[in-house]
């Protein structure tokens, strides 16, 4: 599983990217997680507001900043 977080860098990117890494510690689930700041690979997957949640090239959310439970329930689904 690949996971990109897409966002400038700004403090609600890098708290989405810590709370997905806590989610997938919680779940023991494996996965890849990718910073994304290049604008013009942001707008590639439609998103106009970041920070946004990428799972497996598919856009799951963007924002907000997910909370850990929140992502959990999100890789429950997958």
């Given amino acids: ?21 806590k989610a997938l510690k919680e779940t023991g689930i494996k996965a890849e997680v990718i910073k994304v700041q290049d604008m013009k690979d942001i707008v590639s997957y439609g998103v106009m507001q970041t920070p946004a949640l990428v799972i497996d090239e598919k856009v799951v959310s963007f924002g907000k900043v997910l909370k850990s439970n929140e992502i959990i329930k999100i890789l429950e689904k997958r």
Avoid: H, P, V
């Fill in 1 to 21: 599983m690949i996971i990109k977080i897409l966002g400038s860098g700004c403090k609600n990117c890098t708290a989405l990217k810590e709370n997905t890494e």
